[in-house]
């Protein structure tokens, strides 16, 4: 039996045996919104600062889960939270791309710290948009949000590459009446044949081999498709095409919690001079480049990827004294 195979086996068994290792899945609801968040059942009995995770666009909030470290999915106090609109989340029936804003997200995200974490402060880990997000949280909620690392995150939504391609076609700018009709084709078939999404996610990484042969990305990859077929795919065009519109450059130098920029040397989806000077804009970060990676570097580098993350907070984000 093959190593990838025997690693999703033995995750399901540990899951399923391990009380502390169960998983629920939480709704929050707020201005017509249902924002979906994964968590373990003991969160509240675990202390010290909530990882808050949140997924690129796209993804969906059980992706984070199959790839952390067992002893850290077991024992950490952390929280997996959806982007709006993205499935099993929903969002309002007059979405359009006018509602993604900072506002937007900051007003699902201080809910989500309300509803589930109440009196908890955050480091958050955001992917890509998720990276975003978490810069504008820390603006809103800067006494909750006391570090941020921005993974492939942004300022500004203005994409290249693939993902550029697809906001352009979210917003007929691309392919005119048929870029919303080839992405909803897309969709269904790469939800629908794991072969195709694996190779359509391997788009973004820099070293497919590492992302395609690795066994915690393969059953992140098979959640993530789980819930992306119940995706409201006219919502989620809306969310492509909006996106590109958001830019926060002239607030993010009031950011002052530590922020832990980084991306692979090769993301394909970022312009490469924006990730230096979003670290350099911010006041309190630190820059890293992985070589010879792209934009998925907790598939790619997985390893170091939670090394690199759990060795920065450590450094950054003292523990308080209850």
């Not at 994409?159 to 919303?180: F, H, N, T």
């Amino acid at each position: 039996m093959r190593v990838d195979k025997i690693w999703i086996i033995l995750h399901i068994l540990n899951m399923s045996n391990n009380s502390q290792n169960k998983i629920t899945r939480t709704p929050v609801h707020t201005n017509g919104h249902t924002l979906i968040v994964d968590h373990p059942e003991n969160i509240l009995e675990r202390k010290g600062a909530v990882w808050m995770f949140i997924h690129g666009i796209a993804v969906t909030s059980a992706y984070w889960e199959p790839l952390m470290p067992p002893d850290f999915r077991g024992n950490q106090p952390w929280i997996s939270v959806s982007l709006p609109v993205h499935a099993p989340s929903t969002g309002p029936r007059s979405f359009s791309r006018k509602d993604v804003t900072p506002e937007l997200f900051n007003a699902l995200n201080s809910a989500v710290l309300e509803q589930i974490i109440p009196k908890r402060d955050v480091v958050i880990v955001g992917h890509s948009t998720g990276g975003f997000a978490g810069l504008c949280l820390a603006l809103a909620q800067p006494k909750k949000v006391l570090g941020i690392i921005s993974m492939g995150g942004f300022a500004d939504g203005k994409w290249v590459g693939l993902e550029g391609d697809m906001q352009l076609m979210a917003r007929k700018e691309k392919l005119g009446p048929l870029g919303p009709f080839a992405l909803r084709a897309t969709a269904w078939l790469t939800t629908r044949w794991p072969w195709l999404h694996a190779r359509a996610a391997s788009m973004f990484a820099y070293d497919k081999k590492a992302f395609l042969n690795d066994g915690p990305s393969k059953l992140a990859l098979r959640a993530m498709r789980n819930d992306a077929r119940l995706q409201n795919q006219d919502q989620l065009i809306e969310f492509f095409a909006g996106i590109r519109d958001v830019d926060i450059w002239d607030q993010i130098g009031k950011i002052k919690q530590p922020v832990f920029v980084f991306t692979g040397e090769f993301d394909p989806v970022i312009p490469k001079e924006k990730t230096p000077l979003l670290a350099k804009t911010l006041p309190n970060s630190s820059l890293l480049l992985y070589p010879g990676v792209g934009h998925m570097v907790m598939n790619e580098r997985r390893d170091d990827f939670w090394r690199d993350i759990i060795a920065w907070k450590q450094k950054n984000i003292p523990e308080k004294k209850s």
